[in-house]
């Protein structure tokens, strides 16, 4: 692990910027393949998160780790993160202050891993990093936006509640994963602007 992410995941875990640190048991930094051509942004921890002080390891994380198997990609292969590096009380949604007071910490992640593509998981990170406002609308297709690819799909935390989502969930992970193979390739793919 670089000397870069280390010293960022120790910011992350004594982070006191706003009011989500007062109720955490951990902050949870981003994890994964600092070299990773991907980087998944989700929410914010939950329960399970916000106990081990990882992400993406509660319902939510097993049905991305099996959507991502599907593709074929490894969860070791990529890097995983959220918008929010707290629990929220009661897996509320992350207010636009608690948002702002972890952009630096998200900010400092892409510097650091500088993907090719961006999974943007669900309505809170698409509104967070792209001002959007229709994941239904946006998912499954590839957003170019200021010289970085993004590719917007559902969060896993939907196939919970709606199981004929994970199918969805597997699709789009394997549609992204083909779209990372012919950028690998120099061919071109289809975006919006």
Sequence with gaps: MS???IALRKRVMSCIKCGLSKSRKNAVPGSGNIQSE???IGEAPG???????????????QILSEALEYAGLKRSDIYITNVVKC???NNRQPLKEEQDACREHLLKELEIIRPKMICILGNT??????????????R????HRAGQLYFVTIHPAAAIYNPDLRQVLKDD?????QTLDKIKKGLQIETLE
């Design 87 to 89: 629990r929220p009380p």
């Design 38 to 40: 991907i980087i998944f």
């Design 3 to 5: 000397e870069e992410i």
């Design 140 to 143: 499954g297709k590839i957003i």
């Design 47 to 61: 329960r399970s998160e916000d106990l081990q002080g990882e992400p993406f390891v509660g319902t939510a994380g």
């Design 173 to 177: 992970m394997k549609f992204l994963a």
């Design 125 to 138: 990170a698409f509104s967070s990093l792209l001002n959007g406002n229709s994941i239904t609308k946006n």
